[in-house]
């Protein structure tokens, strides 16, 4: 398993890490669109779609990104769009883990996946629009989930339930704590200061969502990254969720070692647009 997840992760880096530092965004634009298709063909399957209607959904999202792309809505202003989004994952997040698994099954199937969709969608147009701004500006997104899912899991693992009585989301994903949560959020707050000094120490060209947030004051910037780490935590929740009530351990084996697609992005669907709309106030 680990000879596997080791091999995984360094085809995905080969791939990624070039398309990525680009001089144009528009590799790492195709390479999004390809990973959101099959995060799109895995959402069709946890939702009980056969594998043809599946395969369809996974290339109805290539085409929607794809036309959106050539229709220019990536060179628009979207903040009405990320604005929507962010309040919709809010309370949408908030309703699901609080009605849990068995409340996920109550709502109509055409729903869930329209909804699933829409997430996906919208993720695919954050990260571009991510890279657009350059690629310093995206790397502290991205940066920011995986921190917080690096520290959350040495700070769960040394200190789980030594401060509180109850899990996180024991029926959802028993493995998480508070203490995970809160060291997550801890490390993302000394990143944030480190990143900060780095622009400032380079003059860098092009800042990072974290200095962004401080040219309006230290406050705006502790308050929007505990609130993305937050956030980053419910996408998490609710994909276990999902996975939880279809019986599924992966979302597929799309990547032997690490599950499927939405397995390593369910935290960034909620991140990427709610910083767009950070970035964008």
């Known amino acids: ?30 390479v999004m669109l390809a990973l959101i298709g099959a995060a799109a063909w895995e959402w069709g399957r946890l939702n009980g779609y056969g594998p043809r209607m599946s395969l369809f959904l996974g290339a109805e999202m290539v085409v929607l990104c794809a036309l959106s792309w050539w229709l220019g809505l990536l060179n628009q202003s979207l903040f009405g769009v990320w604005l929507v989004t962010s309040a919709a994952w809010v309370l949408g997040g908030a309703a ?88 997550g959020m801890a490390g993302v707050v ?35 990254v505990v609130f993305l780490v937050a956030m980053s935590v419910v996408g998490d929740l609710v ?12 979302s597929s084996n799309l990547l032997p070692g690490h599950g499927g697609v939405l397995d390593r992005v369910d935290a960034l669907l909620p991140a990427l647009p709610i910083a767009m709309m950070l970035a964008s106030l």
Not at 2 to 29: D, E, H, M, N, W
Not at 239 to 250: H, W
């Open 239 to 250: 994909e276990s969720l999902v996975k939880r009530s279809a019986g599924a351990k992966d």
């Open 96 to 183: 699901m883990l609080r009605a849990g698994v068995p409340g996920w099954g109550a709502i109509p199937r055409g729903l869930r996946l329209v909804g699933g969709l829409l997430a996906l969608w919208v993720a695919w147009m954050a990260a571009v629009q991510a890279r657009m701004a350059g690629i310093n500006f995206l790397l502290s997104i991205f940066l920011l989930v995986w921190m917080a899912d690096v520290c959350a899991y040495f700070a769960g693992r040394a200190f789980g339930l030594k401060f509180t009585r109850n899990k996180l989301a024991p029926a959802i994903s028993p493995g998480k704590s508070w203490e995970g949560v809160w060291g």
């Open 190 to 224: 000394v990143l944030a200061v480190a990143w900060i000094w780095a622009d400032a120490s380079l003059q860098a060209s092009v800042t990072s969502l974290y200095t962004r947030l401080v040219e309006r004051g230290w406050w705006l910037l502790l308050i929007g």
């Open 1 to 30: 398993m680990l000879k596997q997840r080791i091999i995984t992760a360094l085809v995905l880096l080969a791939v990624l890490l070039p398309a990525l530092f680009y001089p144009s965004y528009v590799p790492f634009g195709c």
